[in-house]
């Protein structure tokens, strides 16, 4: 373990060619995320082609900086423009924009930048304790369990769901239906091939989620065209020292530890993201402060319980996604499309196969999350002006890059036909309310579910008790059956009220 | 609005969902020694089976909703007019039209010249009317295009397709 981690270390850390790789990565996730429309998951997508020819660590390295950068880059849009620059800055809006509107833009941004750092090292902390310590109790499981496992985390699409259950498990369950076809698992037989020998390999996860993610945004932004819109951006941004005093930061900790927990806890839940954990932690900050009212008016409370929880949950994200191979988001989906690019299985093995690499991680994670801090203070008059980048000119670009990621990965040009379709399927599904991200969740989680449950089969006709020795398993069940049980029920009783029944 | 359209999305996956049960014949299940009780076409038909009964859920819950509890009209229908649907959508139907067929010449026109057009007719697409430039919309498409190629087939070594004119 010591020489892997000092591998790791060296690789990333020594290397000035990472380093430089991973500053560059944060500068342009910070544009991504500052920018309305752009994402962390399109700056992964959009970059991933380039890694294609970089070592693992290096390929990764950027990824993560690039993720790191786009989560934090949003709070930049959400204060100046009281626009979320991504889902995950929601909440920062409710605060930041009323900062900026009584002059105190720059107290927000310093706010902001220095508390999404905390969020961040408390995340990445969490994941290197927690994750080796997943992995080695994980090694644990056979079938049964990662049958039981696939299941609960199908079972979070419920949570997911919102209000509408049944549009949450058809996206998850078209999500496995796409992993249906190719060979399936155990036998390799062709299943819904048509007699095309590309579809034999079955659809790609990147494919599927540059499809999804991408192209289906550029669609949108076409709708839009007509509408103009039009931001008020405020400029004249400058921090003196960081932006807050010492008090108030002492005023913070409490705020700051409850919303990071928050953060890792959504992080690792598979499918949500930052998005919910900001509204969770700025809700359960506003319940426990002594002025709720107060919140929404422009205190910085509210800032930094979403910008800490938000950014918190990239290390929780990550725990699973290293540990079991179960993306927390939309953007550890594609990371891990990008570890599979990059020949590292993540899954209970990943610190015995491929050690040095993660301990890479871990380090190119904590050198992106000091990079942020460093570049968005120094550039913030910068990514100011990126706010004003058109994107007419800039989303066929990405489009472009998108098809140099599918092709490239595999050398055809079929893929790119294949990004076409899940851009039309994407469009489809937003148009008709349906969310995406349950049906990443599907796609992944699929063909997992499928592989243990036939083997479960075979278990079950050899020893019908074969069950009752899984403890592991019954409890992954047991508690899936509390969490949809309790789903439902809320479901039901918030559809009741709805309607006034 | 919003229960027509949950009607139109439960139709269409219903449809859908009868057809990828349909085609779950093809799938030729293994019997010899060591197969699984659960065969390869155990899965597709129970995903198929639950598509089709969430897609029912909202094809009902989708025509409950349109009959107005008073009896009433459910609402005047518009005519649907391709002319003026195309003219109200074009920018979402060219954008679209133009990834196709970016992607249908990627192998016979190469990399590089399909980029570099499509970069250009999507830049004009997605600029409001009285805003297109096609000068720096083209330059913008050559550079970007001849750029991308440099970087990733030159510099990186990724193999993208090169066309008749060989690059």
Not at chain 1, 380 to 406: D, E, H, Q, S
Not at chain 2, 75 to 98: A, D, K, Q
Not at chain 2, 134 to 155: H, M, N, Q, S, Y
Request: glycine letters at 12%; one cysteine or more; hydrophobic letters at 50%.
């Amino acid at each position: 373990m010591d020489s892997a981690l000092w591998t790791g270390f060296t690789s990333v850390a020594l290397d000035p060619f990472v380093l430089l790789l991973i500053f560059c990565g944060v500068a342009v996730g910070i544009v991504f995320g500052s920018v309305p429309g752009l994402t962390a998951t399109m700056a992964v997508v959009m970059f991933l082609p380039m890694t294609y020819t970089m070592t693992s660590i290096q390929g990764i390295s950027t990824l993560v900086a690039l993720y790191i950068g786009g989560i934090s880059g949003g709070l930049i849009s959400a204060i100046l423009l009281n626009i979320p620059g991504t889902p995950s800055s929601v909440a920062t809006c409710f605060d930041g924009s009323p900062m900026a509107k009584k002059g105190q833009a720059s107290k927000a941004l310093g706010i902001g930048i220095f508390f999404s750092f905390l969020g961040t090292l408390l995340g990445v902390g969490v994941l290197v304790v927690v994750s080796p310590m997943l992995a080695q109790f994980a090694i644990k499981f056979g079938a049964y369990e990662y049958c039981a496992l696939a299941l609960f985390s199908l079972s979070m699409v419920i949570a997911l769901s919102g209000r509408d259950l049944t549009k949450g498990l058809i996206s998850a369950i078209l999500g496995a239906v796409w992993a249906t076809v190719g060979l399936a698992p155990i036998d390799s037989r062709a299943r819904y091939t048509f007699g095309y020998v590309e579809l034999t390999a079955g659809f790609k996860l990147l494919v599927f989620l540059i499809g999804l993610f991408a192209i289906s945004e550029v669609i949108r932004y076409a709708e839009k065209v007509r509408s103009d819109e039009h931001y008020e951006i405020q400029e004249n941004v400058h921090i003196g020292g960081l932006g807050f005093t010492f008090k108030e930061f002492c005023s913070q900790i409490g705020n700051t530890i409850r919303s990071a927990l928050i953060g890792i806890g959504i992080g690792i839940l598979p499918g949500i993201g930052g998005g919910v954990s900001c509204m969770l932690s700025y809700t359960a900050a506003k319940n426990s402060s002594k002025d709720p009212e107060k919140f929404g008016t422009g205190i910085i409370d509210g800032i930094v319980a979403s910008e800490t929880a938000n950014n918190a949950s990239i290390g929780g994200a990550m725990i699973p996604l290293l540990s079991l191979g179960i993306p927390g988001d939309a953007v550890t989906a594609m990371l891990l499309g990008g570890l599979m690019v990059h020949n590292v299985a993540p899954g209970p093995l990943i610190f015995d196969k491929s050690a040095p690499v993660v301990y890479g991680i871990f380090i190119a994670m904590l050198i992106a999350s000091f990079a942020m801090l460093v570049i968005e203070f120094l550039g913030l008059r910068l990514f100011t002006k990126v706010l004003k980048v058109p994107k007419n000119y800039l989303l066929p670009i990405i489009v472009m890059l998108c098809c140099v990621g599918a092709i490239g990965d595999s050398n055809r040009v079929f893929d790119a036909w294949g990004i076409l379709f899940f851009g039309l399927v994407g469009f489809g599904l937003i148009k008709a309310a349906i969310p995406l991200t349950p049906m990443i969740l599907g796609f992944i989680l699929g063909p997992m579910f499928e592989l243990n449950l036939r083997k479960v089969s075979q278990l079950f006709r050899m020893n019908p008790l074969s069950f009752m020795e899984r403890p592991i398993a019954i409890v992954f069940f047991l508690v899936t059956a509390v969490v949809v049980f309790l789903n439902i029920r809320a479901n039901i009783r918030a559809n009741a009220q709805r309607t006034g029944v | 609005m919003s229960q027509s359209k949950d009607r139109i999305t439960g139709i269409v996956i219903a449809t859908f969902s009868v057809l990828y049960l349909y085609f779950s014949k093809d799938i030729r299940v293994f019997r010899g020694s060591g197969a699984t009780p659960l065969t390869s076409a155990f899965m597709p038909r129970f995903w198929g089976t639950c598509l089709l009964l969430l897609s029912a859920i909202l094809i009902i819950r989708g025509g409950r909703k349109l009959v107005r509890p008073d009896g009433g009209d459910p609402g005047t229908r518009r005519s649907f007019s391709p002319g003026e649907f195309f003219r109200n959508n074009y920018e979402v139907i060219l954008t679209f039209v133009f990834i196709g067929m970016y992607v249908a010449m990627l192998a016979p026109l190469g990399f590089t010249l399909s980029s570099a057009l499509y970069i250009f007719a999507q830049i004009l697409v997605l600029t409001p009317p009285g805003k297109r430039n096609p000068k720096l919309a083209l330059v913008v498409g050559v550079v970007a295009a001849f750029t991308t190629d440099f970087l990733f087939v030159r510099l990186l070594g990724v193999l993208l397709p090169h066309g008749i004119f060989g690059f």
